[in-house]
């Protein structure tokens, strides 16, 4: 799938998360296509955390854990894609 237009990724680059991204590990990913995406289609996608929370591994150290749900809409606003991503930023 096309991840770049479904994951908002450099807006993550560019927020309060950017200090994290060199803990940061990407655990898993989901996709649910609506409708077809075709070649020009204009894709835009909103993101919301819908669970933050963290583990604490046997070491002690906290990993913080993120999942985001994502909505991908076309030019002519129908739903193409849903998706769940989950990321975690190890723990110092």
Do not use: M, W
């Not at 655990?27 to 993101?47: K, L, M, S, W």
């Not at 933050?52 to 150290?61: H, I, V």
């Amino acid at each position: 799938p096309p991840r770049s237009t479904l994951f908002p990724y450099t807006t993550l680059f560019r927020s309060e998360f950017s200090n994290l991204i060199p803990r940061l590990v990407h655990g898993e990913q989901e996709y649910h296509f609506h409708e077809p995406v075709r070649a020009g289609d204009i894709i835009h996608t909103n993101a919301v955390i819908d669970k933050n929370y963290t583990k604490t591994n046997q070491a002690g150290k906290i990993h913080r854990i993120f999942e985001i749900k994502t909505t991908s809409s076309n030019q002519d606003n129908k739903l193409v894609c849903t998706g769940l991503y989950t990321l975690l930023f190890r723990g110092e």
